[in-house]
């Protein structure tokens, strides 16, 4: 007893320092021990939990801007121009990534555009028609399309009937004979041949063009359409891209308008985040649940 009742009066006479400093031991190079003064840090004030909460919230919205800004952007899809491949409705995630300007680095995901692409960018307008230019949901260089590039810089494009040629040799596309049966829904399959191999993706054409186009009768362009048709292949100029929309007879696209400028392209069509069925009526938050298409949510872009 009386041993550690001495051992606790020399670590207390020892213990006696100037305010704000504490002692700590360290070790000499030549194994002997010493002691350091070391100075203490003062302790800021304590975070309010409101503060907390601030700062997180601002982190939380530079992250999301910086997402925004140079990897991902989130687009509504407003119209049928895509059908079956995308659906009105559809909201989905935009990688920017992949196309960002700049050299490319080989342990990066980026690369350059290639055909077969579905692209998100700004409207370019529309120089034959100028007052559907004036809609809301039409501005040039404001609003966002959604297509599939077919032309690269320097191809020469054409369309014939249900074909696409490039540089003189048809572009192998699963054709689909399809009927449009609400502007909002998706098209209802009338028939589909099998798949080749080289056919990457599919495209849709109304029952009595394709009707058409197997008894041999000529099918003419439509009065919008004012590029590679009726006999008169276009040239993609360098920077830019040929685009259409796979709802072949419903889409309003580089036939109608011309080229997509390099700098006009936003990304690439990437996931479905979530689909909306817009035919439905909305009445009550259960139609939310009722009316999004599951089957689409989560689904990958191709």
Same mark, same amino acid.
């Given at each position: ?98 196309? =960002? /300007? ?6 990066? $995901? ?6 077969? &692409?579905?692209?998100? !960018? #700004? ?61 909002? =829904? /998706? ?6 041949? $099998? ?6 993706? &599919?495209?849709?054409? !109304? #029952? ?78 259960? &139609? ?15």
């Amino acid at each position: 007893m009386f041993a550690m009742n001495e051992s606790a009066v020399t670590t207390q006479e020892k213990s006696k320092e100037k305010p704000g400093l504490f002692r700590s031991r360290s070790v000499s190079p030549n194994g002997r021990k010493r002691d350091a003064d070391v100075e203490a840090e003062p302790m800021g004030p304590a975070k309010s939990v409101l503060r907390e909460y601030f700062e997180s919230a601002v982190v939380t919205v530079i992250m999301a801007l910086f997402g925004m800004t140079f990897i991902v952007q989130a687009v509504k899809v407003p119209t049928g121009s895509m059908q079956n491949t995308i659906t009105v409705g559809d909201h989905l995630l935009v990688n920017k990534f992949v196309f =960002a /300007p700049g050299p490319r680095l080989s342990f990066l $995901p980026q690369r350059e555009i290639r055909r077969g &692409d579905i692209i998100v !960018f #700004k409207y370019p307008g529309n120089p034959f028609d100028s007052e559907r230019d004036k809609q809301d949901d039409n501005i040039p260089f404001k609003v966002n399309y959604v297509k599939r590039v077919i032309g690269l810089p320097g191809d020469t494009v054409e369309v014939k009937g249900l074909h696409v040629y490039i540089n003189g040799q048809v572009l192998p596309e699963h054709i689909i004979v399809a009927e449009n049966i609400n502007e909002k =829904a /998706p098209l209802k399959i009338v028939e589909e041949t $099998p798949r080749q191999g080289n056919e990457a993706y &599919d495209v849709y054409y !109304f #029952k009595d063009k394709v009707e058409a186009a197997r008894h041999g009768q000529e099918i003419g362009a439509s009065s919008d359409f004012h590029f590679a048709v009726n006999g008169k292949p276009a040239k993609v100029p360098d920077n830019s891209y040929f685009v259409m929309g796979d709802d072949r007879d419903n889409s309003l696209d580089s036939r109608a308008w011309g080229f997509v400028r390099r700098d006009l392209v936003i990304g690439r069509a990437m996931f479905v985040y979530w689909s909306y069925d817009e035919t439905q009526p909305f009445g009550n938050p259960i &139609d939310f649940f009722t009316n999004t298409r599951w089957s689409r949510t989560g689904t990958m872009v191709k």
